[in-house]
T-cell receptor, first 112, second 113 residues
Framework: GENVEQHPSTLSVQEGDSAVIKCTYS??????FPWYKQELGKGPQLIID?????GEKKDQRIAVTLNKTAKHFSLHITETQPEDSAVYFC???????????FGTGTRLTIIP | NAGVTQTPKFQVLKTGQSMTLQCAQD?????MYWYRQDPGMGLRLIYY???????DKGEVPNGYNVSRLNKREFSLRLESAAPSQTSVYFC????????????FGNGTRLTVT
């Protein structure tokens, strides 16, 4: 089955700086890579996703890059703000398979 | 539009007791899921239901049963709770395609003593 590794497990950055979280996956059949943000006491919420037919996707301050050859994908947050503090999860899945496999999460702290 | 609603929010059980976690979604989604979240282990799939009337095991199904009551509701039952089942449980749903986003509820925090 799919195995997703996520690094780092914790990350602290100064407000206004950029944050990068990286994930690797094992199943070359995976073609869908979402990122979720989880705030304290709430369920994870999708913030951005990418499909394997594109290499990069941006949404305002958030971007995701995908390298299918190396089987890794990354989340980039620019101009970080205090409200970006949360736990972030990556995941991998593929069309026709009901299962999404999640990484172990990154606790991001933005230092004012 | 509530999305995915889970009840209860918190529960404490003694070892051996049983209980059912309830989940309902109002987005007309076909697929529903139960995950557990433990520190350092991310989200692990317990059971899922790809459509009304079907259920399948996920990564960690032992000690759990599920029922897809109708298209809206998907319940998770612990028949004889164990301390190892202390966790935060999340229900999720999605439209049904394998690459469509999951929508999560706010979780049930379960402690088994």
């Amino acid at each position: 089955g799919e195995n997703v590794e996520q690094h780092p497990s914790t990350l602290s950055v100064q407000e206004g700086d950029s944050a990068v979280i990286k994930c690797t996956y094992s199943d070359s059949a995976s073609n869908y890579f979402p990122w979720y943000k989880q705030e304290l006491g709430k369920g994870p919420q999708l913030i951005i996703d990418i499909r394997s037919n594109v290499g990069e996707k941006k949404d305002q301050r958030i971007a995701v890059t995908l390298n299918k050859t190396a089987k890794h994908f990354s989340l980039h947050i620019t101009e970080t703000q205090p409200e970006d503090s949360a736990v972030y999860f990556c995941a991998a899945g593929n069309f026709g398979n009901e299962k999404l496999t999640f990484g172990t999460g990154t606790r991001l702290t933005i230092i004012p | 539009n509530a999305g995915v609603t889970q009840t209860p929010k918190f529960q404490v059980l003694k070892t051996g007791q049983s209980m059912t976690l309830q989940c309902a979604q109002d987005m007309n989604h076909n697929s529903m899921y139960w995950y557990r979240q433990d520190p350092g282990m991310g989200l692990r799939l317990i059971y899922y239901s790809a459509s009304e009337g079907t259920t399948d095991k996920g990564e960690v199904p032992n000690g759990y049963n599920v029922s897809r009551l109708n298209k809206r509701e998907f319940s998770l039952r612990l028949e004889s709770a164990a301390p190892s089942q202390t966790s935060v449980y999340f229900c999720a749903s999605r439209a049904g395609q394998g690459n469509s986003p999951l929508h999560f509820g706010n979780g049930t925090r379960l402690t088994v003593t």
